[in-house]
């Protein structure tokens, strides 16, 4: 089973950037297996720290130069060209990449710039950033952040409040394991919907077509337990939507819902028609996937596309 998350042809590339961006994508290859079904997805890591880039335990790595100290972006950018070829086998076969990681790192943004620059320039891509907001802010860490979110297609930021919530008493160890892990499902949600095999999936390219664009985005996401997991999850996310939505006109919408057992055709067309009336109208791309890493948990994510000129999505998560 592993040798199907290794396969040069598979159309998702995952790239875990920096030090918590290794971290969440050696846990997601190593969970590959039983939580994204029959997908083949290759998962990798860029990072500048020697040690933290082997700890990962992923066999595709790509090694960068330091670039703290001033010109950070320009540092990135010379670093990951010295790695383009690199870069460039990883591609092979991608329609898809989605880069995931920590924004609160040193000069984390100016890595993420300059690879996703290279990504545009090595290969026509669709190019979707997850990103995690820090809990506390780090000297550095923005600069070529206006750069990294004009590179991208698709630019979510979460919050820390939310990757944190409930974890405010713990040690920081723990903190940060959870609002990886946190992550790792939001990104096993997003992928787990876009497996060919899945019989409740949508194709890469229908959602690459849906979500594209220079309209903002509106997204609600919401977490659910227990037997009404995910009643919970989709109550929550669709509260979220509709509290952010926008006064424009919808050009796109899309619902990502993963749990731990597989779907009803019953309930998903109850979820399905609950999420058109907030959709504007228009016709709503749904996916459905199971996730057997949730246990009882159950994730929910809508996507809403607007007509006006950003590509800067306005992540609303709600936990429960």
């Known amino acids: 089973m592993a040798d199907l998350f290794e396969f040069d042809g598979g159309e998702i590339l995952v790239l875990g950037v920096g030090a918590a961006g290794g971290r969440v994508a050696g846990r997601g290859s190593e969970d590959a297996s039983d939580a994204i079904g029959s997908l ?19 066999e ?6 330091s670039v703290e ?5 320009r540092r990135a950018r010379y670093s990951v060209k010295q790695r383009e070829p690199e870069l460039e086998q990883i591609l092979k076969g991608k329609s898809c990449v989605f880069l995931i990681g920590s924004q609160g790192e040193a000069t984390a943004c100016a890595m993420f710039s300059a690879l996703a620059e290279s990504i545009a320039a090595l290969k026509d ?8 907001e820090p809990p506390f802010s780090v000297a550095g860490a923005d600069v070529g952040l206006h750069e990294f979110k004009d590179a991208v297609h698709l630019w979510i930021r979460v919050p820390s409040r939310i990757l944190c919530a409930g974890m405010e008493q713990q040690p920081i160890g723990a903190v940060q394991s959870h609002s990886e892990c946190k992550l790792l499902l939001i990104m096993q949600t997003l992928i787990g919907v876009l497996s060919n095999e899945n ?15 220079s309209g903002p985005f509106v997204a609600g996401i919401g977490f659910g337990t227990g037997i009404d997991a995910v009643q919970t999850a989709a109550d929550a996310a669709l509260f979220e939507l509709k509290k952010n939505a926008l006064d424009l006109p919808v050009s796109g919408a899309a619902l990502a819902m ?12 109850l979820l ?14 749904a996916g459905f996937s199971r996730l057997a890493t949730l246990d009882d948990e159950a994730v929910c994510l809508a996507l809403l596309r ?12 709600a936990v429960n």
């Not at 595709?60 to 130069?65: D, P, R, T, V």
């Not at 100290?69 to 972006?73: K, M, Y």
């Not at 019989?199 to 664009?213: K, M």
């Not at 993963?258 to 067309?269: C, E, I, K, R, V």
């Open 199 to 213: 019989a409740g999936s949508i194709s890469i390219d229908s959602f690459q077509e849906t979500v594209r664009g």
């Open 69 to 73: 100290g001033p010109f950070a972006l």
């Open 306 to 317: 607007y007509r006006t000129a950003s590509n800067i999505i306005t992540l609303v998560h």
């Open 40 to 58: 083949r997805v290759r998962w990798s890591a860029a990072h500048s720290q020697p040690a933290e880039l082997i700890a990962t335990g992923l």
């Open 125 to 132: 891509v669709f190019i979707c950033a997850l990103v995690a």
């Open 258 to 269: 993963a749990s731990p057992t597989d779907l009803s055709s019953y309930d998903a067309h």
């Open 272 to 285: 399905m028609e609950r999420f058109r009336n907030a959709c504007d109208g228009k016709t709503l791309l």
């Open 60 to 65: 595709n790595k790509i090694l960068l130069a």
